[in-house]
C-alpha cells in the first residue's frame, strides 16, 4: 500500500509540476523600415527688389510678393522686382514645413554705407504653416520667398545685397 500511495503521489506531483498544456503560447512578428530621402533645399534665384527711389523726408516700404510684384509707398523705379526661389526636393508627396526668418535682415551696400536697410514681414509660396509644402510625385516643389523693404528717409543710394536663411523640414 505504501508502494501505491508513493506511485499515485508522484503522479499527482508530475501533474502539477508540468501544468496544462493550453496555458502558455507564443508567436511572432516582423519589424521594418522604409528608408527615405532626406528633405533638401537649393537657391535658384537671389531676391530683388529692383530700383527704388529713396524720399528725402520719410522711411518708405517695398513690398515683393512671392509671384514678385512690387508694392508699397516708395516710390519704384524701372525694372521688375524677383521673389527668392529654391528648390526643395525629397520623398515623392511628402508634405514638409517652410521656416521663414523669424527676424529683419539687414542689407548694405559694399563697402557699407553705414545707413543698412531692414528686410522683414517674410512671406512664402507654399505658405509657413505646417504641411503647406507638398512635394510632387518626383519628390520636388518650388518655394518662392517675398518681404518688405524699408527704405530710411534720404537713404544713400547704391547697389545693396545681405542674406536669409530659409529652412524646409518634413513633417
Do not use: C, E
Not at 523600415?33 to 534665384?45: D, N, P, R, V
Not at 508699397?72 to 517652410?98: E, I, K, Q, W
Not at 514681414?121 to 507638398?134: E, I, K, Q, R
Request: net charge negative.
Amino acid at each position: 500500500m505504501k508502494k501505491l500511495i508513493l506511485t499515485t503521489l508522484s503522479i499527482v506531483i508530475a501533474l502539477f509540476a508540468t501544468g496544462p498544456a493550453y496555458a502558455a503560447d507564443s508567436t511572432s512578428a516582423s519589424a521594418s523600415a522604409t528608408l527615405i530621402s532626406a528633405i533638401s533645399i537649393s537657391k535658384t534665384l537671389d531676391m530683388n527688389f529692383g530700383k527704388v527711389v529713396p524720399n528725402a523726408s520719410a522711411t518708405k516700404t517695398v513690398i515683393l510678393a512671392t509671384n514678385s510684384g512690387r508694392s508699397g509707398t516708395a516710390t519704384l523705379g524701372n525694372g521688375l522686382g524677383v521673389a527668392a526661389s529654391f528648390a526643395v526636393s525629397g520623398d515623392p508627396n511628402a508634405t514638409y514645413t517652410v521656416t521663414l526668418p523669424a527676424s529683419a535682415a539687414s542689407i548694405d551696400t559694399t563697402p557699407t554705407s553705414g545707413a543698412p536697410m531692414d528686410v522683414d514681414t517674410w512671406v512664402s509660396n507654399p505658405a509657413d504653416t505646417a504641411g503647406a509644402g507638398l512635394l510632387d510625385g518626383s519628390g520636388a516643389q518650388t518655394l518662392l520667398v517675398g518681404a518688405t523693404l524699408h527704405v530710411g528717409a534720404a537713404q544713400p543710394t547704391g547697389s545693396y545685397t545681405g542674406s536669409f536663411n530659409v529652412s524646409v523640414a518634413y513633417n
